[in-house]
């Protein structure tokens, strides 16, 4: 019968005829027997229920046949945990099986068992297994190791693994003369150590040195399990790194990406534990190749590596320090993978190279994605304050861009501009009339804020820069929280500057902020530039008008701490979200550099305490400020202050007569809270 046919609703009765009829002696080879069973399994894969057939299952183990014991083994695995004591009534046949002379069977009714965490089976199991661990067959030992771990990740299971003291035999399995059952004992113990608490995987230099020589003979993936479990070697000396490093580079030219990922991050992590420089070049310069070719696989691989290497050289940039051509984006490259290239184009972007990059990004931004030349853009901005020889150029190609009239590009233009203004004080104020001419195509947000904030940094030098903003004035109400904002503390700087040209302005966006506003940060912050105003003047210029701390792109680096921490999880979900697994996985152990004598100096530096992070220090409470002494102004009828009535703020006609060169000083009672981030060692 055609696999197809196989996928159709069949009735339950229907079903077990066919498996009682197939029981006759004409059946020769089980055929009929077989048909029925696969009818079976596809009803199941399709969903539906076939649980009823339970009994007549449990029946079909008494067939000596491999292939119907796979289909019946397979059904009791996806059945077993809804009808616990029905499955009961199969130990006997497990345990048969256990005991038979095929290792084939013997290792799948292993499996089968370890898959079903039910009590009785567990308990059923125990001697099965202590057996199938020491057997004489290669693929019932693999078979076992990872059973072991299945018991594992139950609780009743777990219980059992440590008073059998399986997890002893899994260490001397480390030894054994077949490469399979030591990668399979090793993948066992690394999810058995990733889920306990109490057990953890330490190699010693001997047996890494084993696990090393046992590679050449693994399957890919035996490797990886086995090049995994090196971060569970910790180097005493600069040697044991060295040795080790230079015995697995060869690895780096595997056909399979996962196993070169996982090279990688096992060399990346013993270069922690090195002192030769000249070793830690060569090594740089071997993992290159390996990442480049990464980008001749499919999108989806492509992007994987991508993510590594975007962590992998903010961590040591010279090992594609010169291959910034490499991620030049494709026409048709998928917009996800254009975008990580994009962010890999900017690391990689240095003084020798900057012209190249600003000319291809530059031809990025006339593409037709949207969000890619958004990127762009925005890539060109964030060199010009990467690199301060660069500017000039970067600003240059920005004001060409702006020439398109394309709004989306001038918008992008006039938000990073904004960011330029900030890195370089007073350096480019002839742009600010360039960006005023185009005050009619901004509609986002974000842009309209920057364009506000340009106008008032920059009150005192534009001439109408009270009409530009009385202009956003007329949709104040329709602005997001974002605007509302940028366009106050711009009307209080104009205010401060130049007094006179913001007489009116300054009153009216009060009140709309203070009375007609609904988000209670603009609230807030109206009143806050209110009563500053009108209370300490010289304080609101001070603070309103104090220096900024330059932007740099210091901000955009992860710390090398961190680094180290997300490296030791290269070719995981955690280096594709940038996270540490334990933030998004809930089972997940926490990964940490550990300490030697051989840690260098450098990792040392930046090394992340693993207690700081488990039990850091609480946050301190903020102390209540004191309340001021009551006033008739504050009172009610018996003298006592109202504390629903709020002070209300000076009136707005006293805004026209405000003094700027007067006021007290005014000084904040509430300390500053500490947090315990602070504290940490990154």
């Known amino acids: 019968m055609a696999d197809a046919k196989l996928f159709t609703r069949s009735k339950i009765q229907d079903l077990r005829d066919e498996l009682r009829n197939a029981s006759d002696k004409k ?23 076939m649980s009823p057939l339970f009994p007549d299952m449990i029946q079909c183990m008494q067939i000596q046949v491999l292939e119907i014991k796979k289909m019946v083994y397979l059904y009791l695995v996806n059945y077993g945990r809804s009808r616990p004591e029905e499955v009961a009534h199969a130990i006997g046949g497990f345990l048969s099986d256990c005991a038979d002379r095929n290792p084939l069977i013997r290792g799948l009714a292993i499996r089968t068992m370890s898959s079903i ?29 990872i059973a072991v771990a299945k018991l594992y990740a139950s609780d009743y299971g777990k219980k059992t693994v440590v008073k059998e003291n399986f997890v002893a035999m899994l260490r001397d399995m480390l030894a054994d003369h ?34 090393v020589a046992a590679l050449g003979e693994c399957s890919e993936w035996g490797q990886i399990y086995i090049l995994d479990s090196l971060l569970s070697f910790v180097p005493q000396s600069s040697l044991d790194a060295e040795t080790l490093a230079e015995r697995i580079s060869v690895r780096l030219q595997h056909a399979n990406s996962a196993v070169v990922l996982t090279t990688i991050k096992v060399i990346l992590y013993l270069m ?93 931004a006339s593409e037709v994605d949207v969000d890619f030349v958004r990127k762009a853009v925005r890539s060109i901005g964030r060199l010009a304050i990467k690199i301060d020889s660069a500017a000039d150029e970067c600003v240059m190609v920005l004001l060409d ?18 960011d330029i203004f900030r890195r370089y004080p007073n350096k480019y ?24 904030w340009i106008v008032g940094q920059y009150a005192d030098r534009i001439e109408n820069s009270d009409e530009l903003l009385e202009d956003f004035m007329f949709t104040f109400k329709e602005e997001t929280p974002e605007v509302q904002l940028a366009l106050l503390t711009a009307t ?83 280096s594709i979200y940038h996270k540490n697994p334990e933030t998004f996985i809930r089972t997940a152990k926490p990964r940490f550099l550990p300490d ?61 007569d405000l003094d700027l060169l007067g006021g007290d000083d005014y000084q904040s009672d509430v300390p500053r809270p500490r947090g315990a981030a602070e504290d940490l060692l990154i």
């Open 27 to 49: 059946d020769k080879g089980f055929a009929r027997k077989k048909t029925a069973l696969k009818k079976i399994v596809a009803n199941m894969t399709m969903g539906n229920d």
């Open 117 to 145: 965490p039910l009590p009785a089976i567990i308990q059923a199991l125990v001697d099965p297994l202590r057996h199938a661990l020491e057997d004489q067959d290669p693929y019932v030992r693999k078979t076992a190791a």
């Open 178 to 211: 077949n490469p399979t059952v030591v990668a399979n004992a090793v993948a066992a113990l690394v999810e058995i150590s990733e889920r306990s608490s109490d057990i953890s995987l330490r190699l010693n230099a001997t047996v890494a040195g084993k696990l």
């Open 272 to 364: 922690n534990y090195m002192e030769d420089e000249a070793l830690i070049s060569q090594l740089e310069r071997k993992m290159g190749p390996p990442l480049v070719t990464l980008l001749s696989s499919g999108p989806e691989v492509q992007y994987v590596g991508l993510r590594n290497i975007l962590l992998i050289i903010q961590r040591r940039p010279a090992i594609l320090q010169n291959e910034v051509k490499v991620f030049f984006c494709k026409y048709n490259d998928p917009i996800y993978v254009k975008l990580a290239k994009l962010e890999i184009m900017y690391r990689l972007t240095r003084d020798d190279n900057v012209s190249e990059v600003l000319t291809e990004l530059k031809e990025y």
């Open 401 to 418: 861009l702006m020439k398109t009239k394309i709004s989306y590009v001038v918008q992008e233009a006039i938000v990073v501009i904004k």
């Open 429 to 452: 104020e002839q742009v600010i009339a360039v960006l005023c001419e185009n005050l009619d195509v901004l509609d986002e947000s974000e842009a309209k804020a920057s364009m506000i």
């Open 492 to 574: 209080v700087k104009l205010f401060i500057r130049r007094p006179t040209a913001a007489q009116e302005l300054l009153p009216q966006v009060l009140k709309l902020a203070t009375e007609e506003a609904e988000n209670p940060d603009l609230r807030d912050r109206g009143f806050m530039y209110w009563r500053l105003l009108t209370t300490n003047p010289t304080a609101a210029r001070d603070i309103v008008l104090s220096e900024k701390p330059i932007i740099s792109t210091e901000t955009d680096r992860m710390g090398k701490g961190t680094l180290d921490q997300l490296l030791l999880h290269t070719g995981t979900l955690g």
């Open 596 to 656: 030697s004598p051989a840690l260098n100096s450098s990792s040392r530096r930046h090394l992340v305490q693993a207690t700081a992070l488990l039990n850091p220090r609480p946050t301190p409470a903020v102390p209540a400020r004191p309340a001021p002494a009551p006033t008739a102004a504050s009172s009610n009828g018996n003298g006592s202050r109202n504390e629903d009535t709020p002070t209300p703020p000076p009136p707005y006609a006293q805004l026209g």
